[in-house]
Antibody, heavy 118, light 107 residues
């Protein structure tokens, strides 16, 4: 069955980096773009951008340009989100979701909680 | 960017009641709208895609409608397992923005 399984919770200090994974199974990885969504504690969902799983080209929403990096390990059907120079406001749950035309955001990962604390 | 205004933010309702959640886009989105349910454990599930198409496995008491800038999600008869957060999302134009969410709770 189709699954997006994300890595476990992270506890980091300000200024550190974190790498979150999203492993896809049950479908052809390169047939769907992989999207990332942020949810701060008690808040709604915020679109971060996506990575083209065929070409590896990332596209970032304006609020996520600079410290945020999307990349792939296609051989392992895995997408990654790396956040550099962590700030307190990065403390959130991060979700991955897949999309292609005609099948938008039909499956989501379970989310990864990132805690940033000194 | 397209702004999605979702209402109400909180919806107290009784079991068996018919409930409706609304989303208004800042400009037309040509039916490119999904509805999601987020349970207290954080998991997100797509309920409706392209305005009115029911996701496989989702109970038929859920339905979606709308056009242009105005869209709605209706639950025909509220069940206990429906108490959750609900979000709309437009995917007509990037960034694919979300509504602020509706918390469906017991009256």
């Amino acid at each position: 069955q189709i699954q997006l399984v994300q890595s476990g919770p992270e506890l980091k200090k300000p200024g550190e980096s974190v790498k979150i994974s999203c492993k896809a199974s049950g479908y052809t990885f390169t047939n769907y773009g992989m999207y990332w969504v942020k949810q701060a504690p008690g808040q709604g969902l915020q679109y971060m951008g996506w990575i083209n799983t065929e070409t590896g080209k990332p596209t970032y929403a304006d609020d996520f340009k600079g410290r945020f990096v999307f990349f792939l390990e296609t051989s392992a059907s895995t997408a990654y989100l790396q956040i550099n120079n962590l700030k307190n406001e990065d403390m959130a749950t991060y979700f991955c979701a897949r999309r292609r035309p005609g099948s938008p955001f039909d499956y989501w990962g379970q989310g990864v909680m990132v805690t940033v604390s000194s | 960017d397209i702004q999605m205004t979702q209402s109400p933010s909180t919806l107290p309702a009784s079991l068996g009641e018919r409930v409706t959640i609304n989303c208004r886009a800042s400009r037309g989105i040509s039916n490119n709208l999904n509805w999601y349910q987020q349970k207290p454990d954080g998991t997100i599930k797509r309920l409706i895609y392209y305005t009115s198409n029911l996701q496989s496995g989702v109970p038929s008491r859920f339905s979606g409608s709308g056009s242009g800038t105005d869209y709605s999600l209706t639950i025909s008869s509220l069940e206990p397992e429906d108490l959750a957060m609900y979000y709309c999302q437009q995917y007509a134009s990037s960034p694919y923005t979300f509504g602020a969410g509706t918390k469906l709770e017991l009256k």
